[in-house]
């Protein structure tokens, strides 16, 4: 299976239209026609329906499409790697990372790293535990920050010098907005904003025999789009301390739960996996970070 033609078949399925995507691709119509119909001579089975404007996937077609989104991107990730291996000033570093206002000591670290290796580039991948960890998982990224302790058959870790604090965020103007903090039983009954993941595992554990009082009203992986609707008066957005603006003047709140409740963070990678020159420098320059940070919170 060639990956010129997996690139052919994913500008296809992105734009839904053969002549766009031949445009796209700088080839010809029958070019990109012809390379579709040898991948699916190749896999035996149709991979798109045609009608009159445009084309649709089949559900062949969406499966390959998931796959191919992940060979591409680790053809591109070893190509970048193996280009990568002689610069003794840089490097490409793959990383995934949850949301958590603790990522500035990773930050950190780059930074320090790029003032010793100025052509360091570094690739962000952005999203939950379930997001980032499969990318690891297929070899996609190099290192992955979780906000729940790693299976150590699979994976070798470290913990971050600090742990994010859970509490509530809602407007400034809310009688709640008083108190000092917030227990469970506080907020029973409250239209309440949280990722699934937290919801399922560290709420539910937090809130012990309330958490069947508890309402769900709707689930973000993205705390900042939680918060403008709990601007908006709509509920009540539980997430970790610092990731929402509650200055003065925000309009927004934080208030901590009690008791109090906090999620370690780790920096994850794959166990036995042979690290790129970059990926090492950059593990040895974070343990050094979480090392010269831990327990002080000084970063």
């Known amino acids: 299976m060639e990956l010129r033609n997996l690139k052919y078949f994913l500008a296809v399925a992105r734009e839904e239209n053969m002549t766009r995507a031949a445009e796209q691709l700088f080839v010809t119509q029958p070019t990109l026609s012809k390379a579709l119909k040898a991948l699916e001579d190749e896999l035996g089975t149709k991979l798109f329906t045609r009608h009159s404007f445009s084309i649709r996937l089949t559900d062949e077609g969406m499966l390959l499409r998931d796959r191919a989104e992940d060979l591409l991107s680790m053809a591109d990730k070893i190509e970048k790697e193996f280009m990568s291996l002689d610069d003794i000033t840089g490097g490409e570093l793959f ?61 070798d870790f470290i913990a971050f010098p600090e742990a994010d604090r859970w509490g509530l965020v809602f407007p400034e103007n809310d009688p709640l907005a008083a108190k000092k903090s917030l227990t469970a039983d506080e907020l029973s009954g409250l239209p309440l904003f949280c990722s699934g993941q937290a919801w399922d595992n560290e709420i539910r554990s937090w809130a012990g025999n309330v958490f069947s009082s508890l309402l769900l009203e709707g689930s973000f992986r993205l705390s900042y789009n939680g918060s403008v609707f709990a601007k908006a008066g709509l509920g009540y957005l539980l997430t970790f301390d610092g990731l929402i603006d509650t200055s003065p003047g925000s309009g927004l709140v934080f208030v901590p739960l009690s008791p109090v409740l906090e999620t370690k963070l780790y920096l994850v990678w794959k166990k036995y996996q042979p690290l790129t020159p970059i990926a090492d420098r950059f593990l040895k320059q974070t343990t050094r970070i979480f090392e010269e940070n831990r327990g002080s919170g000084r970063l």
Do not use: M, W
Request: net charge neutral.
């Open 95 to 155: 990383l995934g990372l949850a949301e958590s206002c603790l990522i500035r000591y990773v930050a950190a670290s780059i930074r320090r790293l790029k003032e010793n290796y100025p052509n360091l580039k570094y690739h962000i991948t952005s999203g939950d535990t379930e997001q980032v960890a499969d990318k690891l998982q297929k070899g996609l990224l190099d290192f992955v920050v979780l906000a729940e302790e790693p299976d150590p058959r699979k994976y």
